[in-house]
Structures are given as C-alpha cells and as structure tokens.
C-alpha cells in the first residue's frame, strides 16, 4: 500500500481538491519514449544528488518507505552541507520514496531505481521540486504535469462560466465543455498508463486508481492487460503489486457493468417515511433513476435541470426516482436537501453512503449519475446531464 500513498499525498497538493471532482505542461511524450534512459545497470546503484538551495547546513535528509499504508521506514539518510547532499545505495528495480528534511515542511516523491537522479528542491514548496534522471521519474513528471494542464483547463473555463454575461445557450455550451473536460480528467490516469505500458509508474498508479472506492473497473481492467508482462514480473515488488490490482479487479462486485440495451438491475428501497419504493412498480414512458446526494455539490447544481425537466415532462410520461448515497448519520440532510432542492419525485436511500447496494449494481463510482430506461425497463442512455440530458427526453417524450 505505500505506493498508494504517495498518490494521496500529490492529489492533496494539486488544485482540483480546492475546487472539488487533482502548470504547463513542457515535456514531449515522444522524446519520453524515443530517448528513453537506461531504467538499469549491473550493480543496481542509484544516486541521487540534491540541490536545496536556503536549506540550512547540518539539517538530515531522509528517503522514507511506506509499508503497508502506515509503516514508515527510513532507509536512507544524509546531510545537507553547502545547500546540497547525496543518497547512494543499492536497490532492486523502482520503489517509491518520500523525501524529507528536518526543518522543512512536507516532502515530495522521488522514483529511486538504478541510475542517476538529479533533484532541485523547493523549501517553500517542497512537493513542488523538481525531479529529473531516470525513466520513471521522468513518466511521473509527465503525468503531474499533464494532469495540471486539465485542472487548469477546467478552471478556465469555471472562471468564464462564473464571470459569464451569455444567454443560456451560451451558458449550457460551457457547461457542456467543462463536464467534457471532467470526463477526460477522470479517465486520463487510465489512458496515462495505456500511453506509458513500459512504466513501473504506470504500475504504482494503477494501484494507486485501483485503491479508490467505485473505480472504473471497465477502464482498470484494460489499463492492467496493457501493462507489459515484464513490468508486471519485474521483480518482488512489482510483482505484489500486481497480483494486488488483480485481485481488486477479480473481486470487484461490479463486474457486470450496465449497458445500453440491457434490462436495468430491479431494487427496492425506502424513502423518507420509511416506505419501499420499487424501480419495477413506477409506470413512466421514460424513467429516469438519478443517483445523488445532499452532500455532493455538482448533484445540487444539476437538480434544478431535473426539476425543470420534471416539470416540462411528467404530464407526458416522465418518472424520475433519485437514489442518494447519504452516509447513516446523514438522513435529515436529505431530507433538507430534497425540500430545499423540491425534487418532488420519488425519492430514496439505503444510507449506505458509496457501500449503497442500487449504486454498486449500477456499477456507480461517481456522481452525478443517470441511467434513462424506457417503459419495459430497459436501459436507453446513461451519464447524461444538463443541456444533453433535456435534448433526449424531448427527444423521447416529444
């Protein structure tokens, strides 16, 4: 579990956690796999060699692993002297590390594998340092700077959206872009690894992705068979860590994804007077099962579109039950929230929060979510929202 945490650790510095569901991007995919650098040698020596520039002399350094998700081990230690220090050592393939420095606040992740690595570190900022040397390390550089490049995409267009004077139109086309621009950035760790198969990175990340409750497991199972073998066997850790993500792929219970075309998965469910409401018993043309919660601030958003549409609608056939992932202790929100948002439909939640058995059999893994079936139940569109999701009601129900 330690490669997870470094994972942890850079989505809490990236700007997508401030705006909540994490600079320009400079380097060439192409020259990254073109000028790939030696990943090994035969002694299997690594040296890193640190810059840090207003670090005061005599401070220690530590390379720090994480085991199991909680043990730190400190498996190597310098000293800076004239703002610089050195770690030299042996290791077998790549494992992630933490750097770290007494009197410095935070740290960042390095690569250490064979070769030689160079980093610049940034005392004020120091999970922002740079990193440079080997191919592992330079894939992981390519990737944070990537992922960037989408937040600050979608911050941009946040920014006109927030800002904006336009019409509705105009309001619903940047809407529509900037949930384009969620979509990508939710799948792009996916795509990252099928781009970089020849990666140990590509391997951590995936556990990494594998790790979080509701992943793609469509998306996960592809990225893992595009991994080379020979990353996978690499050696012990790479090994584990495979056969880890296998088997969060193998026991996933979401397995049979929906699809458009199938029979939609029947639940019962209570809502909020207790009694069971069941999918199979709601007559509509059209039904819409929405899965939300008072807590999620894109569902708050898009209700009032759901509202309209209920409104437009119903007297023409359209259903709508909402299925909110609220956590146990969560059940008076929601019914603030179904009053304050009127969503005067059929409303219901087991309190289960992601745990929710209606949300795992509709392989759900993040929200807003919706699934259109038709009047036998079956399933004629799914994901839609906004502007995209009221052209195809009027499309059905006009």
Not at 34 to 41: E, Q, R, Y
Not at 107 to 115: A, C, L, N
Not at 330 to 346: G, N, P, R
Not at 380 to 390: K, Q
Request: aromatic share 10%.
């Amino acid at each position: 579990m330690g490669e997870v945490i470094f994972l942890i650790y850079f989505c809490k510095n990236l700007k997508h956690l401030q705006m909540k569901t994490q600079i320009i991007s400079i380097l060439v995919i192409a020259l990254l796999l073109g000028c790939k650098p030696s990943t090994s040698n035969s002694e299997g020596t690594y040296e890193v060699f640190v810059k840090a520039d207003g670090v005061y002399d005599g401070l220690r350094a530590y390379l720090i692993k994480t085991e199991n998700g909680r043990n730190k081990i400190k498996t190597d230690t310098a000293i800076v002297f004239n703002g610089a220090f050195r770690f030299k050592g042996q290791i077998k393939g790549a494992e992630m590390r933490a750097l770290t420095i007494d009197g410095v606040r935070g740290q960042t992740s390095v690569f250490i594998e064979p070769g030689k690595i160079n980093i610049e570190i940034y005392k004020d900022s120091i999970h922002k340092s740079k990193v440079e040397g080997t191919y592992n390390n330079e894939v992981f550089n390519d990737y944070k700077n990537k992922y960037q490049e989408k937040i600050e995409a979608i911050e941009a267009v946040k920014a006109v959206f927030l800002s904006s004077e336009k019409d509705s139109e105009g309001l619903k086309a940047l809407q529509k872009k900037g949930d384009s621009l969620r979509a990508q950035l939710k799948n792009f760790g996916y795509e990252f690894i099928q781009e970089n198969n020849d990666s140990d990175f590509s391997l951590f990340i995936l556990e990494g992705l594998t790790s979080q409750k509701g992943f793609d497991l469509e998306l996960a199972s592809k990225a893992y068979k595009s991994i080379e073998t020979s990353i996978k066997t690499k050696n012990e850790t790479n090994q584990l860590i495979s056969n880890r993500i296998k088997e969060k792929i193998e026991s996933n219970p979401n397995k049979s994804k929906i699809k458009i075309g199938m029979k939609a998965p029947d639940f019962t469910a209570p809502n909020p007077q207790g009694e069971q409401i069941t999918l199979s018993k709601i007559n509509g043309k059209v039904i819409i099962v929405d899965f939300w919660a008072s807590w999620c601030k894109p569902c708050r958003i898009e209700n009032p579109n759901l509202v309209k549409l209920y409104d437009t609608y119903h007297s023409k056939g359209l259903e709508i039950i909402s299925v909110s992932l609220e956590r146990g202790d969560q059940k008076a929100f929601w019914i603030e929230a179904i009053k304050k948002d009127q969503l005067s439909w059929y409303n219901v939640s087991n309190l289960k929060f992601w745990q929710d058995p209606i949300a795992q059999a509709y392989s759900v893994n993040s929200i807003p979510a919706t699934f259109i079936l038709d009047e036998n139940g079956t399933v004629i569109a799914e994901r839609l929202r906004g502007a995209e999701l009221e052209a195809k009601i009027k499309s059905l129900l006009e």
